[in-house]
């Protein structure tokens, strides 16, 4: 069988990210989506709101899993017996940091990365970016799925409310 990973915060999950998920899964015989649990970052949405909102997004692609990790990615994979990381590319900037991290990466274990050109329509796409332009009271309608955009404009009120910005 041959298994990637595509790892990533997805916080949150946009259709950029989907873009790159949807077309690993026409690629590899499983894909597993690993939400990164990195406890030194300030998320917006916990572990398992972003496992559960990509979960969703995906419902439709019979062959993807979503998972979280925490440590070393080589270390998940190699576990798993994952031999593949996707990798979604928006800019020749991401290439460079992205192909440091690769070597990187095949120094420490016996994976490859698979670099996946994002569509043109999302090359602009991050969940940073969406985050700010939804705390601006912008439209982020057609950048997430709509249930994502939801929750991502329930959960900034909710912050706005709390006093947390």
């Known amino acids: 069988m041959r298994r990637a990973v595509c790892p990533g915060s997805f916080d949150p999950v946009t259709n950029g990210h989907l873009d790159v998920i949807s077309r690993a899964a026409d690629l590899f ?18 572990p398992q709101e972003r496992m559960d909102m990509i979960s969703e997004a995906c419902r ?9 990790f925490t440590g070393l990615l080589t ?8 031999r593949a990381i996707v990798k979604g590319l928006r800019a ?14 095949s120094s420490l274990a016996e994976v490859e990365t698979v670099f996946v050109p994002t569509s043109p329509e999302y090359s602009f796409l991050a969940s ?12 982020v309608s057609g950048l997430v799925p709509d249930f994502v955009r939801e929750r991502l404009v329930a959960r900034l ?9």
Do not use: W
């Open 29 to 46: 015989d499983e894909v597993i989506v690993a939400v990164g649990v990195n406890a030194s970052k300030n998320r917006l949405f916990t």
């Open 60 to 68: 439709d692609l019979t062959n993807v899993k979503v998972d979280g």
């Open 75 to 82: 270390s998940y994979c190699q576990e798993r017996d994952v």
């Open 92 to 105: 020749v900037s991401d290439f460079e940091y992205e192909l440091q991290m690769a070597q990187m990466n």
């Open 128 to 139: 940073s970016l969406v985050k700010e332009v939804a705390m601006f009271g912008g439209d």
């Open 157 to 165: 009120e909710e912050r706005r409310r709390a006093g947390e910005g």
